[in-house]
């Protein structure tokens, strides 16, 4: 029979005999094929393969011929030291950040239609305001004529009156906010620069579209830019937080800082916008303004790529209160979440068994803090967003607690008298309960309802309590959540069980070090954890 013959192996043998039988000895002594074979795992990274994932994580760049060379040289210690120091590392810790923060809004529309400017129909050129068409002229997408505006005697404009109960006036010429240096032509009705009306209305307000005296403002200030320009201060807010983000670390500052600082970042498109378009009520409602007049720098709207840091009101609580985090989050629920989530490691989550089953009447229940299977996230979220309460939802104002008191009793008597209620309680105070659990709330500030008396500090004191609460000592959840977010995002990985003494290590030392994230940030490049073949 033929084949290789393998002669009997007893079991004392062992598999090494066998082994040499199927791959004998070459003549060195070294087994056949030997170069075949994987090569033993490496249980550290080499000094220059380590320093590589250094540059790349602290900077985004590969490292350069001249930076190897230095750390043989000066020693890897230094070499990371340079890298912790330089502009580079910076950026990636706001990249770090905008993907907690989510601080991209340029998609957010801050501008009603009514502020819009657009081409009028049939005539080249001239702009107008479509949807105030109607209240200028009396029929819808009616714009003016294609001639040069004309004032009577008496500064009134003329105007023409056509058979079918339309008026039209003629078009001026203005240079916009947005181009100053050009000239363009508006209908004269929309052009009005009228600050107050002549029955007293701001027309930089929303009852500035009602009133026919007002208009787009001096240079249209307070209508909406023309093209993709509408974007601009949507843009501008984002980018404002991430200028905050890296002159904290620029500075090392303390991470606490990033969560507490009463100061923020303006360029020309904010300046202009809170100097004259805040109060106008768009999309979103950022009335009353987050920010004092007073203390914004003279910027013109034209100023894009200038910066300047403002101080704000004391209530301010660095980027939990940024106009881009309000807006990317624009409920109390939405703030309160993305903070337990993302600072806190305590997402609002069902129990794995699901929710229990409950009855119509529980169903019904307005107050989620007590209705059955909503508590359970219910319970803490709604005291947690209590913390943003004087923070306008679907925007950003603030609510200054001089002219927002808690409770107002203006508020509470129209909505019982049925006498008209101003829009000041309409829009923040409790004027019209549907539900009788809400009847005792009336005239009570929106955000104090179905709260407990424990929980009006929440209100009053703002999310900076709520920081103060998280971050007592290296037991809290802040800085524990704070070393793990960031561990795991330069690991690429979760931690494992294995690696919770480590964690607790990190902490401690994070508390103990005065919230210093740069060298919390240094700590895990030395770890075993991060020098270990992954």
């Keep these: ?49 380590l320093f590589r994932a250094w540059s790349l994580d602290t900077t985004g760049q590969l490292p350069t011929h001249d930076q190897l060379v230095a750390i043989e040289e000066a020693g890897l210690t230094e070499g990371l030291d340079a890298l912790l120091s330089s502009p580079g590392f ?22 009603s239609a009514n502020l819009s400017m657009q081409v009028a129909p049939g005539l080249s050129g001239i702009y107008y305001r479509r949807n105030r068409s109607s209240f200028y002229r009396g029929i819808a997408e009616t714009p003016c004529l294609d001639e040069p505006a004309t004032w009577n005697s008496t500064g009134e404009l003329n105007f023409v009156s056509n058979g079918n109960g339309t008026i039209q006036e003629g078009w001026v010429e203005v240079s916009p906010y947005w181009a100053p240096s050009t000239v363009i032509k508006v209908c004269a009705f929309d052009a009005q620069a009228t600050i107050v009306s002549p029955t007293g209305i701001e027309c930089s307000s929303r009852d500035g579209w009602n009133d026919a005296a007002c208009g787009c403002g001096p240079e249209l200030n307070y209508c909406r830019a023309i093209g993709s320009l509408n974007n601009r201060v949507a843009q501008s807010f984002g980018e404002s937080m991430d200028r905050s983000i890296k002159e904290w670390m620029d500075n090392d500052r303390s991470y606490l800082d990033l969560f507490r600082a009463k100061e923020m970042w303006v360029n020309g498109p904010m300046v202009h916008f809170f100097r004259h378009q805040s109060n106008l009520g768009g999309g979103v409602r950022m009335e009353p303004a987050p ?76 107050d989620l803090q007590n209705r059955p299977g909503c508590e359970y996230c219910h319970g803490l979220l709604e005291p947690a967003a209590a913390y943003w309460g004087r923070w306008t939802e679907t925007g950003g104002g603030f609510l200054n607690p001089l002219s927002f008191e808690a409770y107002d009793t203006d508020c509470f008597d129209c909505a019982l008298t049925g006498t008209p209620c101003s829009s000041h309680c309409k829009d923040h105070y409790i004027v019209a309960p549907t539900s009788p659990q809400e009847n005792e709330y009336v005239g009570w500030l929106k955000s104090y309802i179905f709260r407990d008396q424990t929980h009006y500090p929440h209100i009053e004191q703002g999310p900076e309590l709520l920081l103060l609460t998280s971050t007592v000592n290296e037991h809290n959840p802040f800085p524990a959540c704070s070393a793990r977010k960031l561990a795991e995002h330069i690991l690429r990985r979760e931690l494992v069980p294995e690696e919770e003494p480590w964690l607790d290590q990190l902490t401690q030392d994070f508390v103990m070090g005065g919230f210093d994230y740069k060298a919390l940030f240094k700590s895990i490049l030395v770890s075993d954890a991060y020098r270990r073949v992954r």
């Design 90 to 111: 910076a950026d990636q810790v706001v990249r770090f950040h905008r993907s907690l923060l989510w601080n991209n809004i340029s998609n957010i529309n801050l501008f």
């Design 291 to 366: 920010v004092l007049p007073s203390n914004l720098p003279d910027l013109h709207f034209s100023d894009l790529d200038t910066w300047v840091k403002i101080s704000t009101h004391d209530a301010h609580s660095g980027i939990l209160t940024h106009a881009a985090y309000l807006l990317r989050f624009q409920t109390d629920r939405a703030r309160a979440d993305r903070f337990y989530t993302n600072f806190l490691c305590q997402p609002f989550q069902p129990p794995e068994e699901g929710l229990p089953v409950t009855s119509e009447e529980d169903a019904l229940n307005p």
């Design 1 to 49: 029979m033929g084949g290789i013959r393998i002669p009997a192996i007893s079991n004392s043998m062992g598999p090494w005999l066998l082994l040499l039988l199927l791959f004998p000895l070459g003549a060195s002594g070294e087994l056949q094929n030997e170069g075949l074979q994987c090569a033993p795992a490496q249980e550290e990274l080499s000094a220059k393969r």
